[in-house]
């Protein structure tokens, strides 16, 4: 979390055994269970977020995104490099 974010708080109710899991599981990844469950909950969240398959784009938008993508491909010396390498399963 950013130093200057401030927290808060979100509560989620689970069972006595599901808080157990939790612990358990928090305890085998050295944390403890608040940052366990707020990370895990995270990466899921950029998981489901990632999963999707479809875009809106709103109309006020839409000239803008077709400019966008009509534009000329701006060259990035750096990822000109990257391309240029050979793959480190290839060595």
């Not at 006595?16 to 599981?25: D, I, K, N, T, Y």
């Not at 928090?26 to 366990?36: D, I, N, P, Q, V």
Request: aromatic share 6%.
């Amino acid at each position: 979390m950013p130093p200057t974010a401030v927290p808060a708080i979100l509560s989620v109710r689970v069972s006595p055994a599901e808080r157990s899991m939790l612990e358990s599981a928090a305890a085998l990844a050295r944390t403890t269970l608040s940052e366990f469950v707020r990370r895990k909950a995270i990466e899921a969240a950029e998981a489901e977020m990632l999963d999707r398959r479809q875009v809106t784009i709103p109309a006020s938008d839409w000239a803008r995104f077709e400019a966008w993508v009509d534009a000329p491909a701006r060259d990035v010396p750096a990822l000109r490099d990257l391309a240029a390498r050979k793959p480190v399963w290839q060595d």
